[in-house]
């Protein structure tokens, strides 16, 4: 009779011990480490950031950047029936008072003034798309300009609530009104915030998400269809005059001070951003000194303006009073030309393409005393 082998489903190698040994083990060896300037475009986590283009238009490279809105105009709603009768504030509620007929008129007119801006361009393929605060005023001066331009003209329209007006509290009594804005006068215009509503400074925080939707939206085209890439689109934003105002404040980073110095648009006006030389938006390609000064802009505000004019996105005014040397006080004169001649050199070297960084021995070479 055969012996009985226990049967095992395993092969033997499976349980045949391994020697222990006291020999040291190898070290492990890291994985490299990339760090933020690093430009190998293959580390991203195993995902194509390319797929996510809404999540960091910082991943598109800047060669497929669509162009820039070669406009971004802003407009006043027209005249509206609170700003013939405040009384209206205490019956209506702000967001449903409209136009007179006058404000009617006003929005078409305006309509037509942007209509013929754009035609000077001497460009067939032109379009406008426009971003438009909820408020029934704003939303009839929209229709009021749309009637200048064909459905084909017209590239898209977003209602964004966060372009409303500024909030002064539900219904509004007249007399507590005219005494609450002559309160804001000794208070502070950007600070003052009426009960039950809101400051401007307030405004300003709203104001900055939007910003930051429109600066993606520009980033990733959002204004055409996909694969266009048409230079020629404008933006229009149809909003409310401080809105419109804190929306010039946060845009071009002015400081309070400049902010309470600036008067509002009239009914139906609007104000011009527009590309100049480098790819930034001036409000001086379009509009002259004297309107700018009339608006409120100071000789520094002017002077930045003019540095927009020339410059490119992504360069900073080191010059500019809110980014410089102007908040302090310990800086001679003698210090301060120094600043601004090596400011305006740089920015004529820059403009012609001769350098792209101007540096310390640059400025000695043009005579400067570094």
Same mark, same amino acid.
């Given at each position: /009779?055969? =012996?009985?082998?226990?049967? =095992?489903?395993?092969?033997?190698?499976?349980?045949?011990?391994?020697?222990?040994?006291?020999?040291?083990?190898?070290?492990?060896? !890291?994985? !490299?480490? +990339?760090?933020?300037?690093?430009?190998?475009?293959?580390?991203?986590?195993?995902?194509?950031?390319? /797929?996510?283009?809404?999540?960091?238009?910082?991943?598109?490279?800047?060669?497929?950047?669509?162009?820039?809105? *070669?406009?971004?105009?802003?407009?006043?709603?027209?005249?509206?029936?609170?700003?013939?009768?405040?009384?209206? #504030?205490? &019956?209506?509620?702000? !967001?449903?008072?409209?136009?007179?007929?006058?404000?009617?008129?006003?929005?078409?007119?305006?309509? $037509?003034?942007?209509?013929?801006?754009?035609?000077?361009?001497?460009?067939?393929?032109?379009?406008? #798309?426009?971003?438009? =605060?909820? #408020?029934?005023?704003?939303?009839?001066?929209?229709?009021?300009?749309?009637?200048?331009?064909?459905?084909?003209?017209?590239?898209?329209?977003?209602?964004?609530?966060?372009?409303?007006?500024?909030?002064?509290?539900?219904?509004?009594?007249?007399?507590?009104? &005219?005494?609450?804005?002559?309160?804001?006068?000794?208070?502070?215009?950007?600070?003052?915030?009426?009960?039950?509503?809101?400051?401007?400074?307030? @405004?300003?925080?709203?104001?900055?998400?939007?910003?930051?939707?429109?600066?993606?939206?520009?980033?990733?085209?959002?204004?055409?269809?996909?694969?266009?890439?048409?230079?020629?689109?404008?933006?229009?934003?149809?909003? +409310?005059?401080?809105?419109?105002?804190?929306?010039? /404040?946060?845009? #071009?980073?002015?400081?309070?001070?400049?902010?309470?110095?600036?008067?509002?648009?009239?009914?139906?006006?609007?104000?011009?951003?527009?590309?100049?030389?480098?790819? *930034?938006?001036?409000?001086?390609?379009?509009?002259?000194?004297?309107?700018?000064? $009339?608006?409120?802009?100071?000789?520094?505000?002017?002077?930045?303006?003019?540095?927009?004019?020339?410059?490119?996105?992504?360069?900073?005014?080191?010059?500019?009073?809110?980014?410089?040397?102007?908040?302090?006080? %310990?800086?001679?004169?003698?210090?301060?030309?120094?600043?601004?001649?090596?400011?305006?050199?740089?920015? &004529?070297?820059?403009? %012609?393409?001769? @350098?792209?960084?101007?540096?310390?021995?640059?400025?000695?070479?043009?005579?400067?005393?570094?």
């Amino acid at each position: /009779m055969p =012996s009985l082998i226990p049967f =095992s489903p395993f092969p033997k190698t499976m349980f045949t011990p391994t020697p222990f040994s006291l020999s040291t083990p190898k070290p492990l060896t !890291p994985p !490299p480490i +990339h760090c933020c300037n690093n430009n190998d475009n293959n580390n991203n986590n195993g995902v194509n950031p390319s /797929m996510f283009p809404e999540k960091n238009s910082l991943y598109i490279p800047k060669k497929s950047l669509p162009p820039r809105p *070669r406009r971004i105009i802003l407009i006043r709603h027209g005249q509206s029936e609170g700003n013939v009768d405040e009384n209206v #504030y205490s &019956q209506v509620p702000d !967001p449903k008072i409209g136009l007179t007929e006058k404000g009617v008129v006003e929005a078409e007119e305006c309509g $037509e003034r942007i209509k013929k801006l754009i035609e000077s361009d001497g460009v067939d393929d032109w379009q406008v #798309y426009f971003y438009v =605060s909820p #408020y029934k005023r704003s939303i009839d001066t929209l229709r009021g300009v749309g009637k200048a331009f064909d459905s084909s003209r017209i590239a898209g329209v977003r209602e964004e609530p966060r372009l409303r007006e500024q909030d002064f509290g539900n219904f509004q009594d007249r007399e507590k009104m &005219q005494l609450e804005k002559a309160l804001r006068v000794l208070y502070g215009r950007f600070f003052y915030r009426f009960p039950d509503g809101e400051s401007a400074a307030d @405004v300003y925080d709203r104001i900055t998400g939007f910003r930051e939707t429109l600066r993606h939206d520009i980033d990733i085209g959002r204004f055409q269809p996909p694969g266009h890439r048409n230079p020629n689109v404008n933006l229009i934003i149809v909003s +409310h005059g401080l809105t419109l105002r804190v929306f010039l /404040m946060r845009w #071009y980073k002015w400081t309070v001070e400049q902010f309470e110095g600036l008067n509002n648009f009239c009914n139906g006006g609007m104000i011009v951003m527009q590309t100049g030389y480098g790819g *930034r938006y001036s409000l001086l390609v379009h509009h002259t000194r004297k309107e700018l000064k $009339e608006f409120g802009l100071t000789e520094a505000m002017l002077t930045d303006q003019e540095w927009q004019k020339y410059a490119k996105p992504g360069e900073l005014n080191y010059d500019c009073s809110t980014t410089g040397p102007a908040f302090f006080t %310990h800086f001679n004169s003698e210090d301060r030309k120094t600043v601004a001649w090596k400011s305006v050199i740089a920015k &004529q070297f820059c403009y %012609h393409g001769l @350098v792209t960084k101007f540096s310390e021995s640059t400025f000695k070479f043009l005579g400067g005393n570094a």
